[in-house]
């Protein structure tokens, strides 16, 4: 059944029956859908999320976190939790994929680097759900559920089971030894907005309604190991060393010896990396949504290198190329 009714006379309601013109934004691996609203000169974003398959809560309750902390996000002109309808003020639509290229990386990746610092330093976490042992447990669940079974078409046998639960033993016990702090979980180029003047500070930040308390890495793995968008591992490597002194210099707590957080960083990478490739085989086999294919690629080989680099990966390694990844 189509919401565009509910969405017309909503619309009517809040905008006081005011003329307005309506076109799609954007959609994304949920069920929800956005639209651009344009009223009085005045431009809105329009979150539908049906209240049966989403709920509006996490976000506005993660908005208010992020809004005391002075972040750049939409601020929230209406809603209606009932009827699974946001009306948002409008950060532009350019998001940082569609600008990035090799002569403002840099400049855009310090942005984005200061803003991760800011948020790790002055949003609050005492409300939000811990990135725990069972929610990282499950999230890794899903490389050999959905990337092994429905993609690869392969089943593990009992040494390959035991291998990969004991990998996954290895990634937990290291990423719960991190620092915690806010982490956003989807913070890369689709959901940071390119900003300018009234629109606020770059980058602007979408899509945190999953925001949890956990390690101090997270959002640096999503942000420089980005599946929509790969740079050299040397300017990686710059970017994140940045990070890493300035967070030191704003008291944040990440490691004093930079091999060790390079670890760390490596380690959670593995983590979302397995959960990433797992999600976008789920996203194309039961959602229908076949495009996240074409983004595998770049996760697999992250992964790979990743493995690559530390002795005790190399047996999920080895699977790796069992598997004939690329």
């Known amino acids: 059944m189509t919401r565009e009714p509910q969405i017309a006379a909503w619309l009517n309601n809040v905008l006081n029956n005011q003329e307005y013109t309506i076109e799609p934004a954007s959609s994304d691996a949920s069920f929800r859908r956005y639209f651009r609203v344009v009223s009085n000169n005045h431009s809105y974003i329009l979150m539908d999320a049906p209240p049966d398959k989403e709920n509006l809560k996490p976000f506005i309750d993660v908005a208010n976190i992020l809004f005391k902390a002075e972040l750049n996000i939409p601020k929230i002109h209406e809603a209606d939790l009932k009827e699974g309808f946001l009306l948002l003020s409008d950060l532009g639509n350019k998001t940082y994929l569609e600008v990035l290229n090799h002569q403002n990386a840099a400049s855009l990746y310090k942005d984005a680097y200061t803003t991760i610092i800011k948020m790790q330093k002055y949003a609050e976490t005492h409300a939000l759900k811990v990135y725990d042992d069972l929610l990282l447990r499950n999230e890794l669940q899903l490389f050999p559920d959905w990337y092994l079974k429905s993609h690869k078409s392969y089943a593990l046998n009992e040494s390959e089971k035991n291998i990969l639960n004991l990998t996954f033993d290895l990634l937990i016990k290291n990423i719960r030894s991190h620092a915690e702090v806010f982490v956003h979980r989807d913070f890369h180029s689709r959901n940071l907005m390119f900003c300018n003047g009234e629109q606020g500070q770059n980058p602007g930040i979408l899509d945190f309604q999953d925001a949890v308390r956990g390690s101090i890495v997270y959002d640096l793995v999503s942000l420089f190991k980005d599946a929509y968008i790969v740079w050299e591992e040397e300017e990686v490597m710059d970017w994140l060393i940045r990070y890493w002194e300035l967070a030191k210099k704003n008291g944040l707590k990440v490691q004093d010896d930079f091999a060790e957080f390079y670890r760390d960083f490596e380690w959670m990478g593995v983590q979302r990396h397995l959960k990433v490739l797992g999600i976008f085989a789920r996203l194309n086999y ?41």
């Not at 690629?297 to 047996?315: D, G, I």
């Open 286 to 326: 039961r959602d229908h949504k076949a495009n996240y294919l074409n983004d595998l690629p770049a996760v697999e080989n992250y992964l790979r290198r990743a493995c690559e680099r530390y002795r005790e990966l190399h047996p999920l390694l080895k699977m790796i190329n069992k598997l004939s990844l690329a």
